[in-house]
C-alpha cells in the first residue's frame, strides 16, 4: 500500500464519495440499499485506501442521461389494482389514484434519482400498501376515512444523506400501510 492510500480523508472528500453514490444510484448503477451500505462506509472511511474502495467499481463522471428526466409519474387504477414492485426509477412526484381497487406500491428496488421525492396517493374503497427498504427516511402524511393507517417494521438508522420519501395524501373507506422490509 503506497503511503498516498495512507493519508487520512477529510470531510470534504467524504462528501465528494457520498454525491458519486447517489449520481450512481440515480443512474440506475446502486439500490437504495447499497446506496445505504456504500454512504455508510464512506461516512466511516479514515484513509484515501478505505474510501476509494466504496466507489471502486462506479464510473469516474456520471454521463449525462441519454433521455429526460422524469418530472411526474402516474398510476392509476380503476376497478383494476395498482401493483409496482422490481427496478424502477422513483420520479420526483409520483401520483397514485386507485378507484375501487387496491394499490401496491413496493420501493426495495427502487432507486431515487433526487434526494426527496414525494408520492401522492389518492384511494378511494381500496387499500394502500407502500413497502420501503430499511434506511430511508419516510415522512408519511395520509388522511384516512373509515381507515387506519399502519406502520410495520422499523426504518432503522438513517445515514447522513439518506434519501426521503414524502407520502401524502388521502385513502376513503381503506387502510394505509406502510411496511418497512429489508432489501
Not at 432503522?156 to 444523506?161: F, K
Request: proline share 8%; with cysteine; charged share 25%.
Amino acid at each position: 500500500m503506497s503511503s498516498e492510500e495512507l493519508v487520512r480523508v477529510s470531510d470534504a472528500e467524504r462528501e465528494h464519495a457520498v454525491a458519486r453514490l447517489r449520481d450512481a444510484s440515480a443512474a440506475g448503477r446502486l439500490t437504495l440499499e447499497e446506496l445505504s451500505d456504500r454512504t455508510g462506509l464512506a461516512y466511516a472511511a479514515a484513509t484515501r485506501a478505505e474510501l476509494e474502495q466504496v466507489v471502486v467499481d462506479l464510473p469516474a463522471a456520471e454521463l449525462a442521461p441519454l433521455e429526460p428526466q422524469q418530472r411526474m409519474r402516474l398510476f392509476l387504477g380503476l376497478f383494476w389494482p395498482i401493483v409496482r414492485r422490481g427496478r424502477w426509477r422513483v420520479a420526483p412526484r409520483t401520483v397514485a389514484l386507485s378507484l375501487f381497487a387496491p394499490c401496491a406500491l413496493d420501493l426495495r428496488k427502487a432507486t431515487f434519482p433526487q434526494a426527496e421525492a414525494t408520492l401522492f396517493v389518492l384511494s378511494l374503497f381500496g387499500p394502500i400498501a407502500i413497502t420501503v427498504p430499511e434506511h430511508l427516511d419516510v415522512d408519511l402524511k395520509v388522511f384516512t376515512v373509515l381507515g387506519p393507517t399502519i406502520e410495520r417494521g422499523n426504518p432503522g438508522e438513517l445515514p447522513a444523506g439518506a434519501p426521503r420519501l414524502r407520502v401524502l395524501g388521502a385513502s376513503l373507506f381503506g387502510p394505509v400501510f406502510l411496511n418497512y422490509r429489508r432489501s
